[in-house]
């Protein structure tokens, strides 16, 4: 009912293609397209990969789910949105984890020369090993 009401609260047409995969985005938060994708297979029977990135792109559009791309890997996605948190990665094995605002409140982070921008979001990924792959 949530996603449901998400939905309709952005204009946006409620159909059970777009229930799947902002259920597999919750379910799997950091999940690539194609995980995302397959995860909404399992709930629909079928669903184009088209479909998928169409939807994808439009649910980062209105805002409603976020699209993060760090260098390197495909783009993955999460329903953590409005809050400009960061990233922690795993250079082993590609494990991510949320990390609120380094300091402050959003943006985080100050520019040390922001050339006349209104700074509105700061985007920080911590890069490095996990604990498991470190003992390893």
């Given at each position: 009912m949530r996603f449901e009401q998400q939905l309709r609260d952005n204009g946006v047409q409620v159909t059970a293609q777009r229930l799947a995969l902002m259920q597999a985005v919750a379910?799997?938060?950091?999940?690539?397209?194609?995980?995302?994708?397959?995860?909404?297979?399992?709930?629909?029977?079928?669903?184009?990969?088209?479909?998928?990135?169409?939807?994808?792109?439009?649910?980062?559009?209105?805002?409603?789910?976020?699209?993060?791309q760090p260098a390197g890997s495909a783009a993955r996605y999460e329903d953590r949105v409005g809050d400009n948190h960061h990233h922690l990665i795993c250079r082993t094995c590609s494990v991510m984890f949320d990390v609120d605002c380094a300091v402050g409140s959003a943006p985080c982070l100050v520019a040390s020369d922001d050339h006349g921008f209104e700074v509105d979001e700061a985007e920080v990924i911590y890069w490095g090993r996990c604990s498991s792959c470190a003992a390893g």
């Open positions: 379910s799997h938060p950091h999940a690539t397209a194609d995980d995302i994708a397959e995860e909404a297979r399992a709930a629909l029977g079928s669903i184009s990969r088209q479909a998928v990135y169409d939807t994808l792109g439009m649910l980062v559009d209105k805002n409603l789910i976020r699209r993060i």
